[in-house]
């Protein structure tokens, strides 16, 4: 599964030769357990506990806060923690600068627990600290909930194997009824991690998402018969919310991270195990990590566009994967799951 988080999750404050990075921390492991018991939104949703053996202690979000190593000129603050906010597996602001956070209870790893729910809470902060002083929960019925992006009157979702919109047009924070789904057939079943995710905005108004290897989807509007849907697995993908079109942008790698674009439009994105950093050409097909592109008759996969390796890939990635060795030693290595082109001027 994991976490993103893009640019606009992470407030750059300005003030004097400081830079104030204020984030949103939470001491959980999204692969493992479930977070600690909060107060009931509504009767529906259901009682959270903690799944966690009792002989782990991890690190509160203060704590966790602390254990952060800045380079000269930043600072940073924590935004929101448990039990504001648990198991956050997307997040974006608004227009009002209130931070929108999709939790995901229903996820156990590599499998989903029907008997519980996801959803999405705003947080805002009103007097400008740093730090959220309002919470507001706007939907609580979410299954496989794994992002959110507000819009005008409403949000976009990636629940249920569907992009689907959640409306708000009375303006209580509150969803007025079920989401309305304008695609499915996003796979929720095969896939255990990598699950499409990662909702942002492009810069001419298209929503961009991406999905991972580990399963094959096959996408349309609702009602789209079998033969005209897109089959889809590792790629960044995106859809036009007013001419309804959905169209796979890149092809290939293996999970993809972090996707961004800089001052000229040019998307980029992160990966795993095979390379960390990819231009995403338009209609580029790339190197996978395994099996083929869905069009045999491509050859000469696109690399990485990174000039070298984070990790000695002269081994099995695997052995990258705990803490010993040279890989253990420069905190991993072939693991990518964030990125973010800083377009701000506020950098020291």
């Not at 602390?66 to 648990?86: I, K, M, N, R, Y």
Request: proline share 7%; aromatic share 10%; glycine share 12%.
């Amino acid at each position: 599964m994991g976490i993103s988080m893009r640019s606009q999750a992470v407030k750059i404050l300005g003030g004097g030769k400081a830079v104030i990075l204020s984030i949103l921390i939470v001491a959980v492991a999204v692969a493992g357990f479930s977070a600690p018991a909060l107060a009931l939104d509504t009767p529906a949703f259901p009682t959270i506990t903690n799944t966690q053996p009792g002989t782990e202690q991890p690190p509160t979000p203060e704590e966790a806060a602390a254990l952060f190593q800045l380079p000269e000129g930043f600072q940073l603050t924590l935004f929101a923690g448990e039990p504001d906010v648990s198991q956050p597996i997307g997040m974006e602001t608004d227009d009002r600068g209130r931070l929108w956070v999709a939790e995901c209870y229903t996820y156990g790893g590599r499998s989903y627990d029907e008997t519980l729910r996801d959803r999405i809470v705003i947080l805002q902060d009103t007097d400008g600290d740093g730090r959220h002083d309002v919470r507001k929960v706007f939907w609580d019925q979410g299954d496989r909930l794994t992002s959110v992006l507000p819009g005008t009157n409403g949000c976009w979702i990636l629940n249920s194997g569907t992009l689907a919109w959640l409306d708000d047009k009375d303006g209580d924070d509150r969803a007025d009824g079920p989401p309305r789904a304008v695609l499915d057939g996003f796979d929720i079943n095969q896939v255990g991690h990598n699950i499409v995710s990662g909702l942002m905005y492009g810069p001419t108004g298209w929503i961009y998402g991406r999905h991972g290897i580990q399963a094959t989807s096959y996408v349309g509007a609702p009602g789209t018969p079998p033969v005209q849907r897109v089959p889809m697995n590792c790629s960044i993908w995106r859809y036009h919310p007013l001419q309804k079109k959905f169209e796979l942008v890149t092809e290939g790698t293996t999970n993809p991270w972090g996707l961004d674009y800089n001052q000229y439009g040019d998307f980029f994105f992160t990966n795993n195990v095979i390379g960390h950093a990819w231009h995403a050409i338009p209609g580029a097909h790339f190197r996978r990590m395994y099996g083929s592109d869905f069009n045999p008759h491509y050859y000469e996969l696109i690399d990485q566009h990174a000039d070298h390796y984070h990790w000695d890939h002269s081994a099995s990635w695997t052995d990258s994967r705990d803490s010993s060795g040279i890989h253990g030693e420069l905190g991993g290595g072939h693991s990518h799951c964030g990125g973010l082109i800083y377009q701000g001027d506020n950098w020291p």
